[in-house]
Antibody
Framework: VQLEESGGGMVQPGGSLSLSCVGSGLRFGNYEMNWVRQAPGKGPEWVSYISTSGTTIHYAESVRGRFTISRDNDQSSLFLHMKSLRAEDTGLYYC??????????????WGQGVLVIVSS | DIQLTQSPSSVSASVGERVTITCRASQDVSTWVVWYQQKPGKAPKVLVYAASHLESGVPSRFSGSGSGTDFTLTISTVQAEDFATYYCQQANAFPITFGQGTRLDIK
């Protein structure tokens, strides 16, 4: 199983950025998908969740209204569109999946992460 | 939101010692707790899920216990490769939350 994120970079406060994650080696449509971020030297922080069909979505309060999660199961892809970015959004963004069958609540597989830096 | 408080925030141990890390939830999460190990530059790795179930491939020196609000991760005999940071996570309710982490380093 591989999850590969892309799209990170440096952006000014108030700017926008879009992240992508492509999965391989798994039946992508059978997994619930999430974005989890980690600020430098800090612990993981869950950002957003999307169900297998895309019909159920959740966001952390800190990003609600600014971030939009979506997925394309045919392309085995997960997306995160981020706008009105703030300095506190800086960090390594991971896509992470949760199995549906025999759900444990764990993030079973993680990508390598993509760095987002919000700075002027 | 459900807050997870880990203790201690850091612990020093020698190879062969027993180490226990606790995670307290601010409300009942049943057994929806996962423990992760994270090494520098790597993504977190699942050790224990559903509070006490060892993930496939994880050494049996790791064990988890607890339910409700109090959970424990134990390493029975610490090995050199276990020096890392450990996090608990609850999956009982959104928003999913993590503990602040426990750093295990060499004494």
């Amino acid at each position: 199983v591989q999850l590969e994120e892309s799209g990170g970079g440096m952006v000014q406060p108030g700017g926008s950025l879009s992240l992508s994650c492509v999965g391989s080696g798994l039946r992508f449509g059978n997994y619930e998908m999430n974005w989890v971020r980690q600020a430098p030297g800090k612990g993981p922080e869950w950002v957003s969740y999307i169900s297998t069909s895309g019909t159920t979505i959740h966001y952390a309060e800190s990003v609600r209204g600014r971030f939009t999660i979506s997925r394309d199961n045919d392309q085995s892809s997960l997306f995160l569109h981020m706008k009105s970015l703030r300095a506190e959004d800086t960090g390594l963004y991971y896509c992470a999946c949760q199995r549906v069958a025999g759900a444990t609540g764990a993030f079973d597989y993680w990508g390598q992460g993509v760095l987002v830096i919000v700075s002027s | 939101d459900i807050q997870l408080t880990q203790s201690p925030s850091s612990v020093s141990a020698s190879v062969g010692e027993r180490v226990t890390i606790t995670c307290r939830a601010s409300q009942d999460v049943s057994t929806w707790v996962v423990w992760y190990q994270q090494k520098p530059g790597k993504a977190p790795k699942v050790l224990v899920y559903a509070a006490s179930h060892l993930e496939s491939g994880v050494p049996s020196r790791f064990s988890g216990s607890g339910s409700g609000t109090d959970f424990t991760l134990t390493i029975s005999t610490v090995q050199a490769e276990d020096f890392a940071t450990y996090y608990c996570q609850q999956a009982n309710a959104f928003p999913i939350t993590f503990g602040q982490g426990t750093r295990l380093d060499i004494k």
